[in-house]
């Protein structure tokens, strides 16, 4: 353990000198250093240096959905670095696993999307669905649409045109330069969509897109109805109905894709994250036949967009592996199962704890937000939801804040192989550090 102690010291120093974390404090980073350095992970628990275990609440980044450690995604990675770790996809080359995958997933996918372009993750896969989405207009005959409506509360990336779709302010603040031709509009509103899209001109119009369940701002599920007219306006204008899926795909929500809740098919679909459980990087596009059909005939030159790592034959062989397990071992089913039961257990602590207004749920995915008065739905005037994420890392449970425009919120999303002896756990120290915010609430009062 003094050993243990002593490696994590000197690279908790070397981590603040050289490593600049994403989305973190970067101040705070280098006065605390990490607070945890993980060394290995086994079903829904990551272990650190120090020996401390925790449960993993967000599947690392709402993406571990088949949990960590499992022996049967290194084989599946090992076998196909032995035998071809990696070629290009460029021009006509191609491989066995990234056709396989591309086959797969047209079989699963909703509606008729049938073609995929492979990228490298997220943000990757939504700045190619706006760039293919315009291209697709400039082969019809309408350059002109080139719009791109996203909603309020969304989160598509980090890329230059994924931060610029995405609604949340602060990460678009983050930039004095964002890219052109990006409006948003209400995350619950298709009257806001067709107020918007009149006041632009329909014709100026390339897609909408929409998280089927926003996640990182905040998990907001759409209200009953809402998708169905997004598609019906989206048709109406003749724009392109984008899902973006990364978060929601692949069981996440206790179906294949967040859409299949709604029955509604999108002209585009981005995914990444689920696809390959977070053992590989990898994430893509999927069109419609009917796009894809144009594509073909109306394309004369190089189709010039891809990435280094598109179609990498490793991350493709992992993806296949990954759904092979999702599927065998019922994890879908069992996300719904579970995530009933995780539902229940922020109601019971919603029923005992004071300052726990909101708790929501759809599948494995969860959010718990908190007022000062549940009656009037006030807010605390400094967030609660980081200091209950540092109680429960304490008690061995990791979750994530949100306290994006004025939102004070705990989000959840635990890997699909979670079973109910777990999720009590989950919910018992989530208690116990909603209490302790509570106790140091009351304590600061007096």
């Given at each position: ?10 690279l908790a120093e070397l981590d603040k000198k050289h490593f600049l974390h994403p989305t973190t404090s970067i101040k705070q980073q280098q006065e605390n250093g990490p607070e945890f350095i993980f060394v290995e992970g086994k079903g829904v628990r990551l272990y650190d240096l120090k020996g401390r275990s925790a449960i993993d609440g967000l599947s690392s980044l709402w993406n571990v959905n088949i949990g ?92 230059m045109g994924s931060t610029s779709a995405t609604g949340l302010k602060p990460f678009r603040d983050f930039t004095n330069s964002l890219a052109p031709d990006f409006y948003y509009v209400d995350h619950f509103s298709p009257e806001a969509l067709r107020l918007k899209i009149e006041e632009e001109g329909p014709e100026t119009i390339a897609a909408y897109i929409a998280e089927p369940v926003q996640g990182a ?230």
């Open positions: 353990m003094m050993e243990n102690q002593k490696t994590y010291q000197e960590h450690g499992r022996d049967e995604i290194a084989q599946a990675a090992y076998h196909q670095m032995k035998t071809l770790g990696y070629s290009s996809c460029f021009a006509s080359f191609s491989n066995e696993p990234a056709i396989k995958l591309a086959a797969k997933l047209a079989e699963i996918a909703p509606g008729n999307l049938s073609a995929v372009f492979f990228t490298s993750g997220g943000s990757e896969s939504n700045d190619t669905a706006y760039k293919l989405a315009r291209h697709y207009w400039i082969l019809k005959g309408k350059p002109e649409r080139q719009k791109i409506i996203s909603r309020s509360q969304s989160y598509h990336g980090v890329a701002g905040g998990l907001h599920i759409a209200p009953e109805g809402y998708f169905q007219e997004i598609r019906t306006i989206c048709d109406e204008y003749g724009i392109l109905f984008i899902t973006d899926e990364v978060i929601t795909a692949f069981g996440r929500t206790g179906a294949y894709f967040g859409m299949d809740h709604y029955g509604v098919a999108p002209d585009m679909m981005c995914f990444a994250k689920g696809i390959t459980s977070g053992y590989a990087q990898l994430g893509g596009v999927m069109i419609s036949a009917d796009m894809h059909t144009d594509f073909m005939e109306l394309s004369e030159g190089t189709l010039l967009h891809g990435y280094t790592y598109s179609g990498h034959p490793m991350a493709c062989a992992v993806a296949l592996k990954n759904l092979e397990i999702i599927e065998r071992e019922n994890l879908i089913e069992n996300s719904r199962l579970m995530g009933i039961e995780m539902l229940k257990g922020f109601q019971q602590i919603q029923s005992e704890r004071k300052i726990v207004g909101d708790v929501r749920g759809l599948g494995l995915m969860g959010a718990v937000e908190f007022v000062k008065d549940k009656q009037t739905n006030e807010r605390f005037e400094e967030p609660i939801a980081p200091k209950v994420v540092s109680e429960a890392a304490k008690r061995g449970l990791i979750c994530r804040s949100v306290v994006f425009d004025h939102q004070d919120t705990l989000v959840f999303a635990p890997p699909l192989i979670i079973t109910q002896e777990e999720i009590n756990e989950m919910i018992t120290i989530l208690n116990e550090a909603i209490q302790a915010a509570e106790t140091t609430l009351a304590s600061a009062a007096n």
